[in-house]
């Protein structure tokens, strides 16, 4: 029966969550490594890792006025249809698959979604039950597979609490002062092989802990 409220949960909550994004006093830095890719119109593949999401989503959003389509991975299940709901409602699209599930159907959706919608995708490659900053391959294969550069990004927050969830969620209270960091896109080689190297993996994973250092620097200087 819960499900059936979803349409009706969707909305107002997205309202709250509108309202609590225009509280923060939000700052970002490193924009200028994808200006080129927003100047051209070309899409992308932000990674963030799981328990730095939802501030990634809120810049994600945020480019809708350069001309970026948002979107990200949601899972199928019936629980998933209230996140899908709220996604749509906040301007991103949700592609509905589980990494843990049905990975090869979602890399599959998430592909045809990118190719058909000129799709910018969040992807939180520790997700969705982690291990957390543990980085899984299909954010990889995504990139090599739709030719799009993958871009770190992260964020960190003067005064937020964490959630008592698997990955503890990072949250800003309201009002908050938030740092968003957006790292160098990186480019990777057409896809050969079902699996990925170690050192492709490592290179991603030490992208995504650099720029959550960075973001994390700049409130340890102030």
Not at 26 to 52: M, N, Y
Not at 159 to 175: E, I, Q
Request: glycine share 10%.
């Amino acid at each position: 029966w819960r499900t059936d409220l979803f349409p009706w949960f969707a909305a107002p909550l997205a309202l709250l969550v509108r309202l609590y994004w225009s509280t923060l006093r939000v700052g970002v830095s490193g924009e200028e490594h994808i200006e080129p890719l927003l100047e051209k119109g070309e899409r992308f593949i932000p990674c963030v890792w799981h328990q730095r999401q939802m501030m990634a989503v809120y810049y994600l959003r945020r480019l809708r006025s350069r001309g970026v389509t948002p979107g990200a991975l949601v899972s199928p299940s019936k629980d998933g249809e209230l996140g899908a709901r709220l996604l749509a409602k906040l301007g991103v699209h949700a592609v509905r698959g589980s990494g843990r599930r049905s990975g090869a159907m979602a890399l599959r959706d998430m592909y045809l979604a990118i190719q058909e919608a000129n799709l910018s995708p969040l992807i939180a490659p520790d997700g969705s039950t982690g291990p957390p900053h543990e980085f899984k391959p299909g954010a990889i294969m995504l990139a090599r597979l739709s030719g799009s550069p993958v871009v770190p990004v992260s964020f960190a927050t003067g005064l937020g609490v964490r959630l008592p969830t698997w990955d503890r969620l990072l949250v800003p209270v309201p009002f908050a002062r938030v740092e968003i960091v957006v790292g160098e896109p990186i480019e990777l080689e057409p896809i050969m092989a079902m699996t990925e190297s170690p050192e492709a993996i490592e290179r991603l994973g030490g992208a995504l802990t650099e720029v959550e250092r960075r973001a994390e620097a700049r409130f340890a200087r102030s």
